[in-house]
């Protein structure tokens, strides 16, 4: 037998459950010694059990600095809420803020058994994921663990921001044999790993599917307990049958060589695969080539040009050469005539696949030149149109001005006429004067001379 499994880098989310109150100092020296703890982890989500109330979260908020973290919930359950002496208080403290917070104690109003829980939603990565605290008293857990669900459900029917998984801190133990235990059984949640848990490895792996539809749930039942989850389902193991007899291992020294054989036997596997789907596609590829080498060889290929496609009726005369080849090939014996018959059908059919493909791609290019054919037309008249416009515009224009011109030649001629007429009179006034000053010294020579 062979086992294969193959990991998947992804994204994880760390998620810290913490519980205060099992230290002796609640003062500042234990909140710094807590924050000193908690930066090792350098957690994504901290949920917390016994703490006072918000002055107590933000004071351990700053003295996890300069890592920027937020308390997102805290609690205020019992009547020395207000006045932080009651160390019941749960509380998540987170690198992001929250888009939804909640808190509510137990509805059974014993005063045996305070506490209650607090919830925040949270956006990490991408997806949306509620988160958790439950301080449960010691007795029964059937109540206590029902309420939870009973609001989990509430928010699973969300219509916007819908959670698709949630985190849940018990900060104990809950046994599948229990009423609780069985109750979150069935509502999806899940611990890690117990090998994981009894290694006593600090930060232990879960896996966490992210689904708005059902989302599902992982539980921390012991503080403190850090956890990386990631968001894919639970590793597959693959088991395949070796026919030929496994060796016994030759000597203690070569172990350490083959210690990890399964990922190098899934590596072969996967190249033998491809190297044999490499060579099927070459093979189909190479007969593809050869068969339409053959047909070229054999004209069954008509040379096609981008426009000059003819294809002719059959005649007359070919009609009749293959009625004499289908009387030839009924004379072939069967042992001859049957591979040739379906190598014939062969290349029919694929000179008629070809041919119809011709056909289609042809018209294909017919339409889409008649288009382009049709826009250059529509483009052409437009710029017809334009020019025809331009004209219109000019000739009026030039008419306008001919007229004008042909207005002032008009009135230039009027003017001439003017300018003539009276010159004339100028020249006849003129006339008449120098007739009257040639009288008037006729007149003036005559008295001399008679004098």
């Known amino acids: 037998m062979i086992l294969a ?11 810290t459950a913490w519980d205060i109150a099992n230290n002796a100092e609640k003062s500042s020296v234990g909140i710094d010694k807590a924050a000193q703890q908690l930066k090792a982890l350098a957690p994504d989500v901290i949920l917390l059990r016994g703490v006072s109330g918000w002055k107590m979260c933000a004071q351990l908020t700053e003295a996890l600095g300069p890592s920027q973290y937020h308390v997102v919930a805290c609690s205020a359950f019992g009547e020395n809420a207000r006045f932080g002496t009651n160390y019941i208080q749960t509380a998540i403290v987170a690198r992001k803020v929250s888009y939804f917070s909640w808190s509510e104690p137990w509805k059974s109003g014993d005063a045996s058994s305070p506490g209650g829980l607090t919830f925040a939603a949270l956006e990490i990565a991408g997806h949306r994921f509620g988160f958790l605290c439950l301080n449960l008293a010691q007795g029964d857990l059937g109540p206590a663990t029902q309420q939870s669900l009973d609001t989990l459900s509430s928010f699973r029917g969300w219509s916007n921001n819908r959670i698709e998984g949630f985190v849940a801190a018990s900060f104990r133990a809950m046994p599948t044999e229990a009423d609780g235990g069985r109750l979150l059984q069935s509502a999806g949640f899940v611990e890690p790993p117990s090998t994981a848990i009894s290694a006593g490895k600090p930060v232990i792996e879960g896996h966490l599917v992210p689904n708005a539809d059902l989302p599902r749930g992982l539980l921390l039942t012991r503080a403190p307990m850090t956890c990386d989850f990631d968001f894919n389902p639970p590793v597959m193991v693959a088991m395949v049958t070796n026919s030929a007899p496994i060796a016994a291992p030759q000597s203690a020294s070569s172990a350490p060589r083959n210690a990890n054989p399964a990922m190098q036997n899934g590596l072969w596997w996967i190249s033998g695969g491809l190297g044999l789907v490499l060579l099927a596609i070459v093979t189909m590829l190479f ?5 339409l080498s053959r047909l070229q060889a054999q004209s069954a290929l008509v040379p096609v040009g981008s426009y000059n496609v003819v294809i002719a009726p059959p005649t007359s005369g070919t009609t009749t050469a293959l009625a004499e ?21 062969l290349q029919q059919g694929l000179f008629m696949h070809l041919t119809r493909w011709l056909k289609q791609a042809f018209v294909q290019r017919l339409i889409s030149d008649r288009q382009k054919l049709l826009d250059e037309q529509t483009v052409a008249v437009r710029k017809v149109s334009s020019v025809d416009e331009r004209l219109a515009r000019l000739e009026t224009k030039i008419q306008q001005q001919t007229t004008a011109y042909e207005k002032e030649i008009e009135l230039l001629n009027q003017k001439l006429l003017t300018a003539r007429e009276e010159n004339l009179e100028l020249i006849r006034s003129q006339i008449k004067f120098l007739k009257s000053e040639m009288e008037t010294t006729r007149a003036r020579v005559l008295e001399s001379e008679t004098l």
């Open 325 to 345: 080849a289908g009387s030839s090939l009924a004379r072939v014996p069967s042992g001859v005539a049957v591979p040739q018959r379906q190598e014939a059908m």
């Open 287 to 291: 007969g593809i080539r050869r068969r």
């Open 5 to 15: 499994s193959f990991d998947s880098i992804a994204q994880t989310v760390r998620v």
